[in-house]
């Protein structure tokens, strides 16, 4: 691919579809024994969404290699029905539903974080957080392993990307001064090491409970303040907007 | 860099100049305090190369960090005393001299392989091997960690698969047929992460050591073994030929900075 950037100047690569070969990667993947997790979460308007991404998930996500999916959501009688590849399993863990979705939003971090430390680590090697609101078209493969993961935001290609970035809160925990990112991520589609998000969910999860504390909410929540980790914290590889396309766009 | 390939098809870095920007993989390495090994083989007529390596190495190498330099050789007394940069040492390590050169150079990988056992696995984090007969002319910073890497031969990055002078009898444990082999990489530069350089060296001194039991001696020694490992075991980063230069070659376009060469010598003198 030479219409793309394929390295950062961090030298992480950021994967493009013809920048890798699935074969080698998928047999170092093998070599190692590997089990990757996909959290994702489904409550109140967005149960709905559930069958369709359990099913594509199932079909394109690191298909024929052991995923755990872990489901949290409000309404766990809708998924009792799923069948899943033989490789796979799929834990529905029931939450409590809040009011307004910003609200669920702020809680996920924490909610992954303590479900990392208190059980996810002993059960996977790698975790990805996935919005269940979208639906897989083609084979996510082995190339998204790395320690820390990013998607990078459809919105990157879009004339002004620096808007949506910006935070006109300063006050923020999430606040960037301006000129200083490196690209924008998607809070849609992250992952890596399960030691790697434990400490990326924690950092968030503080981030969101200060600005709560002082009144202040991120322009877009977590997503704001994974973006604010990241500057500090490069991710080792990075997914090109492939990987996680807006529609909204 | 559009004109030369930046990522394996394992999703591996290649590192050229233009592709990384220092000050951002200094802000990220700096704060972890690492101390860096660096191991030679000064060893017969070869201590006359240390003085000038670590002289460009001081000026170079991993500027800025905790560096260790472990000088293996037969005769230490050789070596000569070296004003460092603060938080550099200099280690002698004596070593046993073999009767040819290659033996020499196959033995490298079992000596560094028991060093590490012993010694720098408990005081480096990154290791790498290189040749003394070489100098350094430009900065070789933290681009170049990694878990574990290899760089290419720049004689041939340009080169097609088929002319890799791979070792091609399927008797040697270095064996690699034709049609396979992703990239040549050189002999006189390896490393990574010090458990990461312990299990290679320890491959390589092993199949090295079946060859010697079925008495033969691959193309290239060491470096031939080198190359079989790293087609089974990728390296996870990968540097351009500017880290490991010949200047009796002439420089081409793709080679914006030679930052590590070979001294000019005398082969068949140096090597009596």
Known sequence: RRDVLVLTPWLAPIVWEGTFSRDILDAQYVQKNLVTGVVTFAVEKYVPFIEGFMRSADKYFLAGHPVNFYLFTDNPEKVSHLQMAPENHLFVIPVQNHSGWQDISTSRMEIVSTYIHSRFQHEVDYLYSMDINVQLLAHIGVEIIDALVATISSWQFTPHPEDKASEPRPESQAAIPEGEWDFYYTASFYGGSVSEVYKLTRACSEGLMEDRENGIEARWQDESHLNKYLLHHKPTRLLSPEYYWDAEL | ?272
């Not at chain 2, 050229?16 to 802000?27: A, C, M, V």
Request: hydrophobic letters at 40%; aromatic letters at 14%.
């Open chain 2, 1 to 272: 860099r559009q004109d030369v390939l930046t990522v394996t098809p394992w999703l591996a870095p290649i590192v050229w100049e233009g592709t990384f920007n220092p000050e951002i993989l200094d802000s990220a390495y700096k704060p972890l305090n690492l101390t860096i090994g660096v191991t030679v083989f000064a060893v017969g007529k070869y201590t006359r190369f240390v003085r000038h390596f670590l002289q460009s190495a001081e000026q170079h190498f991993m500027r800025g960090y905790r560096v260790i330099y472990y000088i293996f050789t037969d005769s230490p007394e050789a070596i000569p005393q070296a004003q460092l940069q603060p938080g550099r040492r200099l280690v002698t390590v004596p070593i046993q001299k073999y009767p040819s050169w290659q033996e020499i150079s196959m033995r490298r990988m079992e000596a560094i392989n028991r060093h590490v056992a012993e010694v720098s696995h408990g005081e480096v984090q990154y290791l790498f091997c290189l040749d003394v007969d070489m100098v350094f002319h430009n900065p070789w910073g933290p681009e170049t960690l990694g878990d574990m890497v290899a760089a290419i031969h720049p004689g041939y990055f340009k080169v097609p698969r088929e002319q890799f002078p791979y070792e091609r009898r399927s008797s040697s444990a270095a064996f690699i047929p034709e049609g396979e082999g992703d990239f040549y990489y050189g002999g006189a530069v390896f490393g990574g992460l010090v458990r990461k350089v312990y299990e290679f060296t320890k491959t390589c001194h092993m199949t090295i050591l079946a060859d010697k039991a079925n008495g033969i001696m691959a193309a290239w020694q060491e470096e031939s073994h080198l190359n079989r490992h790293f087609l089974s075991h990728k390296p996870s980063k990968l540097l351009s030929p500017e880290y490991m230069w010949d200047d009796k070659k002439p420089k081409p376009p793709e080679i914006r900075l030679i930052r590590f060469s070979s001294v000019v010598k005398n082969y068949k003198e140096v090597r009596d």
